[in-house]
C-alpha cells in the first residue's frame, strides 16, 4: 500500500521550454501534497506543500511563478517548470501524506539544455 | 539553521554488524520522527517512524530509539546485509496530526561490505 507514482521518470528538454510533473497517490487519498528537490549527494530541499483545492504555500526562496503547483483532485499534483533553464536541472520528487507519513514518489530526472 | 543534525556522514559496517545513526533535533514542537532509505535514482522510502510519546520502536531489522530529553533519536539495524546498503535520512515534523512539511537531515551513506 501507500504508493506515490510519479512522472515522467526522466525528461531532457531545450532551455525555455515548460516542463510538467505529474504525481499521484494510487491508493489512497492525499489532501496533501509536497514538492522536493534534491542536489546531487545532498539531503531533500521542500519546495513547496500544496493543498487540495487551494493555492500551494512556497518555501521561502522558491519562485511560484517558475514553479507552478496544482492539485486539483485528491491523487493529482503538478508541479510545472516554466521557461526552463540549465540551473533548473536537477532531481524533483513528490510526496503524498497519509496520516502523519509522507510517501514519496521515485523522483523525475530533468536535464535542462 | 539547520534544525536535524545527523551523524555520521558516511558509513561502512561489516555484513551481519550493527550500523547505528544518529540525529538531534532542536525543535521541541516536533512530534513525528520518520526514518527514509534512498537508493541512488530512486525517491525516499519510509522504513520506520516513531512518537515521542515511546522510547523504542522496533520493526524487522530495524529499531528507533529515542531519548525525548536529549533531543536525540537513533536508527539501528541490527544483521546489517549489503542490500541495506543506501542513504539514510532522518526527518522530523510537528503536528497538528496530518502530514505536514518535513525537515531532514543531512543524510548518512551506509555501505555493507561482504
Known amino acids: 500500500g501507500a504508493v506515490v507514482s510519479q512522472h515522467p521518470s526522466w525528461v531532457i528538454c531545450k532551455s525555455g521550454t515548460s516542463v510538467k510533473i505529474e504525481c499521484r497517490s494510487l491508493d489512497f487519498q492525499a489532501t496533501t501534497m509536497f514538492w522536493y528537490r534534491q542536489f546531487p549527494k545532498q539531503s531533500l530541499m521542500l519546495m513547496a506543500t500544496?493543498?487540495?483545492?487551494?493555492?500551494?504555500?512556497?518555501e521561502q526562496g522558491v519562485e511560484k511563478d517558475k514553479f507552478l503547483i496544482n492539485h486539483a483532485s485528491l491523487t493529482l499534483s503538478t508541479l510545472t517548470v516554466t521557461s526552463a533553464h540549465p540551473e533548473d536541472s536537477s532531481f524533483y520528487i513528490c510526496?503524498?501524506?497519509?496520516?502523519?507519513?509522507?510517501?514519496f514518489g521515485d523522483g523525475t530526472r530533468l536535464s535542462i539544455l | 539553521q539547520q534544525q536535524v543534525k545527523q551523524s555520521p556522514q558516511s558509513l561502512i559496517v561489516q555484513k551481519g554488524g550493527i550500523s547505528i545513526i544518529n540525529c538531534a533535533y532542536e525543535n521541541t514542537a516536533f512530534d513525528y520522527f520518520p526514518w527514509y532509505q534512498q537508493f541512488p535514482g530512486k525517491g525516499p522510502a519510509l522504513l520506520i517512524a516513531i512518537r515521542p510519546d515511546v522510547s523504542e520502536k522496533k520493526e524487522g531489522r530495524f529499531t528507533i530509539s529515542f531519548n525525548k530529553s536529549a533531543k536525540q533519536f537513533s536508527l539501528h539495524i541490527m544483521d546489517s546485509q549489503p542490500g541495506d546498503s543506501a542513504t539514510y535520512f532522518c526527518?522530523?515534523?510537528?503536528?497538528?496530526?496530518?502530514?505536514?512539511?518535513?525537515?531532514f537531515g543531512t543524510g548518512t551513506r551506509l555501505q555493507v561490505t561482504l
Open positions: 526527518a522530523a515534523s510537528r503536528g497538528p496530526g496530518t502530514a505536514s512539511k518535513l525537515t
Open positions: 500544496s493543498n487540495e483545492g487551494s493555492k500551494a504555500t512556497y
Open positions: 510526496s503524498a501524506g497519509q496520516g502523519l507519513a509522507q510517501h
